[in-house]
């Protein structure tokens, strides 16, 4: 789990450097994700969709009778308390979220206009989309500094080149990422049995 953890924010630390360097003008091309990525990902989605509506069986039916067998030498504790809250239903939470994203969506979203989203301030004043669009050399995330001189903005990544392969990494860890999605799924089905 500590593993599956730092993987996650390995990869949300790699994508944040990603979008920070991404320019923001609407013409530009989406990053392409590859297949192998986004089929992680939606089976990692459906993963935590199906584990937290299941939330309350696993603790009932795994996490009881495991703390029953590791602690019943102790006849003190009060098994009650742990099955009362085992009688908690998750799904209210996510009616709740899902309540929350329809009004969302019809509130807000429907009625979300383009002309109402700023450029992100730089250290100066913003290149605009005709200066980028008119002089190839004018990347959509520079900005005007002193004299109206044209500059770079510069971000720095989590990679240090040469050192850490982006291409030999996402390969390895989207394996060692498999690896252990499959060990924590054989773990719960050898506890279930």
Known sequence: MVLGSALTVFFWAKWIGRVQHTGYHEYLPD????????????????????????????????FVPM????FSFNPSLNWEALREVSNFSA???FG??????????????RG???DWVRLPFLCG???SSQEAKAHEDVRSYDFH??????????VASYYFRG????????????WGAWLIILVLIGNTLTVVR
Request: glycine share 10%; net charge neutral; proline share 1%.
């Open 31 to 62: 990053e392409e994700i590859p297949f192998s990525m986004r089929f992680s990902l939606g089976v990692m989605a459906l993963m935590v969709l199906g584990t937290g509506i299941t939330t309350m069986w696993i603790f009932t039916n795994i």
């Open 67 to 70: 703390s029953q067998s590791i």
């Open 91 to 93: 799904l209210v939470i």
């Open 96 to 109: 709740a979220v899902a309540l929350g994203g329809l009004l969302h969506y019809f509130l807000f979203w």
């Open 112 to 114: 979300f206009r383009r």
């Open 125 to 127: 004043e913003n290149v």
């Open 145 to 154: 500094s002193v004299g109206g001189r044209i500059e770079h903005s510069h």
């Open 163 to 174: 050192i850490i392969n982006e291409k030999l990494v996402t390969g390895c860890l989207n």
